[in-house]
Structures are given as structure tokens and as C-alpha cells.
């Protein structure tokens, strides 16, 4: 049970340092898998801003309650699929970050500009704005995504797959940061993107353990500092 209650405080902070930095707002969810038929997962009908422990449910892939005290997003069929599809995978985030949903809805293709930003490229878009709450769309996403750590949804979203919520956290801040410099950069010129040789060295240099936890700890610092202030 304490591992279990772990998960959930991880995805508590998740969810809140995602929406403190703006990138999830009143939609969005974070899941964790917990075995081969189960996850965590934030409840739909919730504050992102104001979420604790008791809005997190437990659910099987076909998005029955096992249990909590509401039911899952709509969207639950997008982390299961990527569980059923990806072994590899334990959590995954999906939300509506406005940098990088504003590349894919001007249909201009994510480039690597910003080194942290180079571990999520290339990065696959599915060609459609739908909500993955079906089989099918779900189906859709997971071969879009393939074994890529991320994936954009046209003039939709974000999702950021990982071993651990760290991960997936850690790649969709990467991931919006790229975009957003990205975005500025092209407004007065035009954006560098690095080379193959650079983007190897990105991520042999930036892709650990230790520097995905340095910046967990940094927004965990950023959240807790916010919940203190008067």
C-alpha cells in the first residue's frame, strides 16, 4: 500500500507543477501503470490545481473503477493503449500545452532548437484533432507514437511517455520549452535547429537519471515555495 500511495502523492505533484507552469489547465491527466491490467490516474471531474491523493482512482485498461471516488477522463483509452502497446512504458502524461499545440495547429514541424528540448526529436504528430476517447483513436496515437518518448496531436495536444512519471514529466516541460523558443525565435528569424552530431551529443549528455531528477526537484522546489507564500 505505501508503494501504491507513493504513485499517487507523484502524480499529485505532477499534475500540480504541470499546471503551475501552464502547461496542463482544467483538462489534462497523468497516469501511472501499476501492474499489467492497472493504473493510476487522475479522476476527470477534478481541481488540476487544487488535486490530492483522494483524485487519483485505480482503473483497468477498459476504464472500470477498481478504485476511488470518481470516474477516469474521458481520454483513459490514450494511456491504455500506449500500455498495451508499449512494455516499455509506465507512465504517461497528456495535456494541452499552448507553445507546442500552436505549431502543430499552423501545421510548422516541431524543430530541435533547444538542447533539453532535442531528447523528444523526432517528434511524430498524429494528422488529427480528435480526443482519444475510443479504441480506435487510441490506436491511432500508439501508431503514431511508435517507440518515441512523445507526440503531438494536430491543433489538439501533447502526450510524453516514460519508465517513471519523472520521465514523462520531465520531457513535456522539455518538450514546451523547445517549442516556445522555437516559436520567438522564427518571430525575428530564422530558428537554428541542431545537427545530427549535435542532437547525439544531447542526448548522451543530457538524458540521466540524475539530470531528469534535477529538474523534477526544481519545479517541486518552485510548487512548494508557491504553497507557502501568504
Not at 6 to 14: M, S, T
Not at 42 to 64: A, E, K, M, W, Y
Not at 116 to 133: A, E, H, M
Not at 207 to 213: G, M, P, Q, R, V
Request: hydrophobic share 40%; net charge negative.
Amino acid at each position: 500500500m505505501s508503494e501504491i500511495l507513493d504513485h499517487k502523492q507523484r502524480l499529485v505533484r505532477c499534475i500540480r507543477m504541470l499546471e503551475r507552469n501552464g502547461i496542463m489547465d482544467y483538462n489534462g491527466h497523468a497516469s501511472t501503470r501499476i501492474d499489467d491490467g492497472r493504473m493510476l490516474i487522475n479522476i476527470g471531474n477534478c481541481l488540476r490545481s487544487q488535486l490530492t491523493v483522494d483524485d487519483i482512482c485505480t482503473i483497468d485498461f477498459d476504464g472500470n473503477v477498481i478504485e476511488g471516488n470518481g470516474k477516469p477522463p474521458l481520454e483513459f483509452h490514450l494511456h491504455a493503449g500506449v500500455y498495451k502497446a508499449r512494455s516499455d512504458v509506465d507512465a504517461v502524461i497528456h495535456c494541452h500545452p499552448n507553445w507546442s499545440t500552436i505549431l502543430s495547429t499552423a501545421g510548422v514541424a516541431y524543430l530541435p532548437v533547444y538542447a533539453q528540448g532535442s531528447l523528444v526529436y523526432p517528434l511524430p504528430v498524429l494528422d488529427s484533432p480528435d480526443s482519444i476517447n475510443n479504441l480506435v483513436m487510441a490506436k491511432r496515437l500508439t501508431d503514431t507514437l511508435g517507440d518515441r518518448p512523445a507526440a503531438l496531436m494536430k491543433a489538439h495536444g501533447a502526450a510524453t511517455v516514460g519508465k517513471t512519471i519523472v520521465d514523462a514529466f520531465v520531457l513535456m516541460n522539455y518538450l514546451e520549452e523547445n517549442a516556445q523558443r522555437q516559436y520567438m525565435a522564427a518571430q525575428i528569424g530564422t530558428p537554428y535547429a541542431f545537427t545530427a552530431d549535435e542532437l547525439a551529443l544531447c542526448r548522451e549528455k543530457l538524458w540521466t537519471e540524475s539530470l531528469f531528477k534535477r529538474t523534477w526537484d526544481h519545479f517541486s522546489a518552485k510548487l512548494d515555495e508557491g504553497a507557502q507564500r501568504p
